[in-house]
Structures are given as C-alpha cells and as structure tokens.
C-alpha cells in the first residue's frame, strides 16, 4: 500500500476503527519485525499525537541468563533504555502480564520518568503462549488521557503483531 496515513476526527472508536486497517495494510506481507513495530508506532503517534509510543522488548541481560526489558523502535524524546521486571509501569506490566492504565504517573510507586513532561500512560504487554515478549508504552502529556477504549484497541493492535 502507499506510506500515507489517513488522519482522521473523532472519537477514539471512530479514530482506531480507521486506524487499524491500515496498521494491517503497513504491516501484512512485511516479515520484518522492527519495521513493522517501527510503522506502528509512526502510525499511532501520527495519529493520536502521543508524547511517547512506543515498544520495549524482553531480552537477554548481557552476561546474565536473566532477561530485562530494552527500549526498541519508539517515536518520541529519548527514553531509557533498559528497564528491569517489576520496575516502573512497564516493568509492572510485564511482571503482571496485563494492560496498565495510570492516570496520574506521578502517583504510581516507581514509576520512571523518562519525560518530565509524560502525566498519564498506558502499558500493553506482547504475549505469545502465555510468555511476555515485550511491551507498548504510550505516554501522554496529559493526565487521565487512557481508557478502557485505548486497551481494548491497542491490545488488538498488539495482538496482531506478527512476532515470528
Ligand atoms: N514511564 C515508563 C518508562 C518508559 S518511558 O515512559 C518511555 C515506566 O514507568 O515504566
């Protein structure tokens, strides 16, 4: 398909039911993982104008057999870079295995900023056979920006992924 996102108003449904067609159309045929996690991202903050989208991605810690999340393609200010399980919203999340909504980062114990400018987020995990792969972060510079909308939909977009 041509590289063109069409933006469109109105409500968050109205907005994801336009955007995911062509999130697939991006990302079908494309066997390559980080374009396809890259094109989601670009699509996503294109779209909504997000402070921050993007992925983390569960890897192996350098001379360890443990694992630990590391920052994979992303639209955004720079982020860190690794992130231990547990730790933060997205670490909580992978330890969790379940979608985090906080809408008022500044309130959730460890959270780790980033951005100073994020105030709310949303955390979705990849999960494969019951195994977290990694995780799609979204901040936002505004508080209670997430929903059960926002889940519902970026757990459907994360769902599609194809991780090989
Ligand atoms: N705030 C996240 C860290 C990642 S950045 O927001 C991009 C957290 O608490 O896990």
């Known amino acids: 398909m041509a590289e063109d996102l069409t933006i469109i108003q109105g409500s968050k449904e109205e907005v994801y039911q336009s955007l995911i ?3 697939n159309a ?3 045929g494309e066997p390559d993982l980080i374009a396809n996690l890259a094109n989601i991202c670009g699509a996503l903050k294109e779209q909504f104008g997000w402070l921050w989208v993007g992925f983390y991605l569960v890897k192996p810690v350098p ?12 639209q ?3 982020a860190c870079t690794r992130i231990k399980k547990g730790r933060g919203v997205c670490g909580a999340a992978w330890q969790k295995a379940e979608t985090l909504i906080v809408d008022d980062v500044e309130k ?5 900023a980033c951005s100073s400018l994020s105030k ?7 999960i494969r056979n019951n195994e977290v792969l990694g995780v799609l972060d ?6 209670s920006q997430f929903d059960d909308t926002d889940k519902k939909y970026l757990e459907q977009i994360v769902g599609e992924i194809n991780f090989g």
Do not use: C, K, N, W
């Not at 443990?66 to 393609?73: C, H, Q």
């Not at 959730?108 to 780790?112: A, D, K, L, R, S």
């Not at 709310?120 to 995990?125: H, L």
């Open 108 to 112: 959730f114990p460890g959270h780790i």
């Open 63 to 74: 001379a360890s057999s443990d694992t630990e999340l590391v920052l994979g393609p992303f």
């Open 76 to 78: 955004g200010p720079v």
């Open 26 to 28: 991006l990302t079908e």
């Open 120 to 126: 709310s987020e949303i955390v979705v995990p990849v």
């Open 138 to 143: 979204v901040d936002s510079e505004l508080l």
């Open 21 to 23: 067609p062509q999130i």
